[in-house]
């Protein structure tokens, strides 16, 4: 089993950063994609960033050159971060995070298997 332990949510101004993280453990480890995801209330969760085993990322639309997602890799354990910049009032939601061994997961055609709880970001205007 893998768990996913989320940080970095908090309060922040509109114009303001914040970093999230995403620290993903477990035995029998053995993780390639992982994303960020976020939920509004009355909103449908949305995938926000995706990031591949090889690095490669793709954004969603509302974030493009605002978020960057990143990942560092170690042997049982792998670390995915969301640099949020220039927020706005829309981007505040719960954030989770995300994983799962198969890179193909990213383009639809299953869903994440393991995910962390959740952490609240709120950008005040």
């Known amino acids: 089993q893998v768990q996913l332990v989320e940080s970095g949510g908090g309060l922040v101004q509109a114009g303001g950063s914040l970093r999230l993280s995403c620290v993903a453990s477990?035995?029998?480890?053995?993780?390639?994609?992982m994303a960020w995801y976020r939920q509004a209330p009355g909103e449908q969760r949305e995938l926000v960033a995706g990031?591949?085993?090889?690095?490669?990322?793709?954004?969603a639309v509302s974030v493009k050159d605002r978020f960057t997602i990143s990942r560092d890799n170690a042997k049982n354990t792998a670390t995915a971060y969301l640099q949020m910049n220039s927020l706005k009032p829309e981007d505040t939601a719960v954030y989770y995070c995300?994983?799962?061994?198969?890179?193909?997961?990213?383009?639809?055609?299953?869903?994440?298997?393991?995910w962390g709880q959740g952490t609240q970001v709120t950008v005040s205007s």
């Open positions: 995300a994983a799962d061994s198969d890179d193909w997961v990213l383009a639809g055609l299953h869903d994440f298997t393991f």
């Open positions: 477990g035995s029998s480890f053995s993780i390639n994609a």
């Open positions: 990031i591949t085993s090889a690095g490669d990322a793709n954004y």
